[in-house]
Nanobody, 120 residues
Framework: QVQLVESGGGLVQAGGSLRLACAAS????????MGWYRQAPGKQREFVAA???????NVVDSVKGRFTISRDNAKNTAYLQMNSLKPEDTAVYYC??????????????WGQGTQVTVSS
């Protein structure tokens, strides 16, 4: 019974910062990659950033230099530090994780999403 719980969303002025967190819990054996996606009103969900178990990262061009993904393996938690936020960053942000459970079955899990609103 693996689940991902997100936190840290909210309302912020343009140029401000937020830090999102996603904590995985349940019958976890190991976690491979973790990542963040976002979905703006009227748009499809898009990739934002990902981080492997070894710490390698990948960030979409539109947020490079502003967003940083990290993880704390001891806490099974991924973070997304968002700086210099723009109104176009407004979206529901979802985390995901590729998780192997104690039965050695691997599956991709999604969080419930957290709203980020950036005002001008």
């Amino acid at each position: 019974q693996v689940q991902l719980v997100e936190s840290g969303g909210g309302l912020v002025q343009a140029g401000g910062s937020l830090r999102l967190a996603c904590a995985a819990s349940g019958s976890i054996f190991s976690i491979n990659a973790m990542g963040w996606y976002r979905q703006a009103p009227g748009k499809q969900r898009e990739f934002v950033a990902a981080i492997t178990s070894g710490g390698s990262t990948n960030v979409v061009d539109s947020v490079k230099g502003r967003f940083t993904i990290s993880r704390d393996n001891a806490k099974n938690t991924a973070y997304l530090q968002m700086n210099s936020l723009k109104p176009e960053d407004t979206a529901v942000y979802y985390c995901n994780a590729d998780i192997k459970n104690i039965a050695r079955t691997t599956a991709l899990f999604w969080g419930q999403g957290t709203q980020v609103t950036v005002s001008s």
